[in-house]
């Protein structure tokens, strides 16, 4: 698990830890030190952790002009035991939203497990105060997406079908979210 790391492919013209809308701003990480795990697996230290034991993320890049923001998730998803949605939203995702972000894109690939519960107050929650926004999530397990459908998650996540989008990485960013707004206006219409 310490092998796998966040994509770095926009690095060079975003970094969250230097913008100061961003959560993680004034983070610094050490490439040789390892202080984070899961599970008791050392993961690698450019992960930021948002007060999960299982769940990181990586804010990837934000644009606030065009008030999106691409974040990639690392690790279990644990709503049951750890209510990983409301640190998510608290950590992360209510620091973009006041910053001006609507649009969420999620990259699910390390994403390894999902254990849901039925209070879904946080995805509500998120949801709402989006308006007229969206929360898109690409690249999570069929496994995952199961389990989302299972506790409802579907109702607030946008997620599985044309929006899997496995060349993600080769795209840049404001092609991605093009790419993914005009998925879900037809989907929405």
């Not at 959560?23 to 610094?28: A, N, V």
């Not at 279990?76 to 640190?87: G, Q």
């Not at 997620?159 to 005009?182: I, M």
Request: glycine share 6%.
């Amino acid at each position: 698990m310490q092998e796998i790391e966040p994509s770095f492919q926009w690095e060079s013209i975003y970094n969250a830890a230097h913008d100061k809308k961003s959560p993680f701003y004034g983070r610094s990480y050490s490439q040789t030190e390892y202080e984070h795990d899961i599970y008791g697996y050392y993961i690698h230290p450019l992960w930021d952790e948002i007060d999960s034991e299982t769940l990181y993320c990586k804010i990837l890049y934000s644009d606030y002009q065009m008030q999106f923001s691409i974040i990639e998730m690392f690790g279990e998803w644990n709503d049951t035991l750890h209510n990983d949605i409301m640190l998510f939203k608290r950590q992360v995702i209510d620091h973009l939203l006041a910053a001006g972000i609507k649009y969420f894109i999620l990259l699910g690939e390390n994403v390894f497990n999902f254990h849901g519960s039925f209070e879904d107050d946080y995805y509500a929650e998120w949801f709402e105060e989006v308006e007229d926004g969206w929360i898109a999530a690409l690249q999570f397990a069929p496994f995952v997406e199961e389990e989302w459908k299972k506790y409802h998650v579907d109702y607030y996540i946008n997620f599985g079908g044309n929006l899997n989008v496995p060349q993600w990485r080769t795209l840049k960013p404001e092609v991605l979210f093009a790419g993914v707004q005009h998925i879900l206006a037809r989907r929405l219409n």
